[in-house]
C-alpha cells in the first residue's frame, strides 16, 4: 500500500531520489546533457540503463546439493540428543 508521499514521488512509473556526485562529475554529466539536448534526469537513466548492461545480473541457481545436517549429534560437545538430555537431568538441583 502506497502512502500519499509515496504516490507524489511515484510517478509515470518512475522513483524520485537524491544523489550525491562529486562536483567534477555533476559539471561532466550536466555538459554533457546540454550536447545531447537531454535533461539531468535522462542522462542519469541513461547512464544507469548502460551500467546494467555492462553488468547484468547472474542467473539464479538452485542449491539443490544443499540439504541441512541432520539432527542426529546435536547440543553441547556433539552429544546425541538423549544422552543431552540425561547430562541436563544428572546437571539439575534436586527439587526441595
Keep these: 500500500m502506497l502512502d500519499i508521499e509515496s504516490i ?3 510517478l509515470d512509473g518512475m522513483i524520485k531520489t537524491q544523489i550525491q556526485l562529486p562536483d567534477d562529475l555533476y559539471h561532466d554529466l550536466k555538459r554533457l546533457a546540454g550536447e545531447k539536448e537531454w535533461s539531468l534526469a535522462e542522462t542519469m537513466r541513461r547512464s544507469a540503463e548502460d551500467f546494467l548492461a555492462r553488468y547484468p545480473r547472474a542467473p539464479e541457481t538452485p542449491r539443490s546439493d544443499w540439504s541441512p ?5 546435536v547440543g553441547w560437545k ?5 544422552q543431552l538430555r540425561e ?4 546437571d539439575m538441583e534436586p527439587r526441595p
Excluded at 69 to 73: E, T, W
Excluded at 78 to 82: C, D, E, K, N, V
Excluded at 87 to 90: I, N, S, T, V, Y
Design 8 to 10: 507524489i514521488h511515484h
Design 69 to 73: 545436517p541432520s539432527s542426529g549429534r
Design 78 to 82: 556433539g552429544l546425541t540428543a538423549s
Design 87 to 90: 547430562q541436563a537431568m544428572a
